[in-house]
């Protein structure tokens, strides 16, 4: 962490520039008096020498003992103290960002728990009256606003949305969606809607406020609420179903929804499809067709499978081993709206006997794995679910 050092341009103007790495960064400095400084308390920003939107915001008292109240403080005491919005957030009543507080000696220190966004401002607020202090020990209020510009790139793209077919299962549970670099993460959910093209509306409250990120920030997961694709479940009763059976829809993502850099996508992205009947059966990996390939070659081994199953599950929940279970290496291929799965090995295929390893937790697009369906009908008799482990083997033999 290194110290952000303000070059003021002006007695008269109350914001300075801040220079690191090339990257300029505003701040609005100001207390309850209009001075710049404090005599009990100095609130300054601290950022990362490689990355300027990882900011420390710290307040230094001239005393550690001024942080006597704070020894037994949770998050939402430590945010009265402390806080950090970003301009735009008009409603007072809308929470501060989250993230870790800590106090070193005679610093309270604040980081926030997601990376400042390019192209935002954001206000740091230090209030001293939420102390307790006695009143001649009480301070002023300081606030600071700090903003970074957006870089010289491209604006993100959605590079691909899964699953790829235009038609899904009423049942249908969730989508992929790969962008082209990381996105912001925290309320994404303002920026995505699904419309029924068939009945011109809106279906109200589609989907599962739960953020699911790919570590690198580029692919997100989107549920539709599980509880209204469930027949019978509370919330399912009350709203109805998400999809109808024959009926068209648009998932649409708003063009204002931007990535980490700064810069928006620019253009809503829409994905249309229909929605077709239920699916309640479990997938049944020994229905699936197999193309084997020749020894000595790298031909891909195809299994053509009877449905379109989950794209995420199909990369990490199929694996071929040797006769031996050691993992063979080699690259995984999706093709025809994930129905077709392709392994090419690394290297040639040897004349014997390989495996097809396949984790029990696969699912089909309904959520129905081969180890348990998504949803029981209880007012229909049900055939026992066969027990079975953490994966199935489907023996290759290639001659």
Partial sequence: MAKLHAFIVSRSLSYALLFLLGTVILIDQTSAAGAQDDKLFQLSIEANENDPRLCLFVVTAVDERLWTTLNNADEEQFQRVLSLKRESQTDANL?????????????????????????????????????????????????????????????????????????????????????????????????????????????????????????????????????????????????????????????RISPKWAALSGHPLGTEVKKTFTAVAMDERQPDIFQWKSIKPAPGTREPLVYELNEPLDYALLLSQLAVADFNGKPVPGKIELAENETVWRFIPNKPWQVGVYQLVVGTVIEDLAGNSIARPFAIDLSKKQTPSKSVGDSVTILIPIK
């Fill in 95 to 251: 929470p501060a960002m989250l993230g870790r507080y800590q106090i070193k000696d005679r610093r309270l220190e604040f980081k926030p728990a997601f990376p400042l966004v390019r192209g935002s401002r954001y206000q740091v607020a230090f209030n001293p009256t939420a102390l307790k202090l006695t009143s001649n020990k009480e301070g002023r209020r300081l606030t600071k606003t700090v903003a970074i510009p957006l870089p010289d790139s491209q604006p993100p793209r959605v590079t691909a949305v899964y699953p790829s077919s235009k038609q899904l299962p009423a049942n249908h549970l969730k989508f992929y969606i790969q962008f082209s670099e990381p996105m912001q993460q925290g309320e994404i959910f303002e920026y995505f809607s699904l419309y029924n093209k068939t009945q011109k509306k809106l279906v109200p409250r589609p989907f599962r406020h739960t953020e699911l990120w790919s570590p690198d920030g580029k692919q997100l997961t989107l549920w539709f609420h599980p509880g209204r694709q469930k027949v019978g479940v509370n919330l399912n009763v009350e709203l109805g179903a998400i999809l109808n059976e024959g009926q068209e829809y648009e998932l």
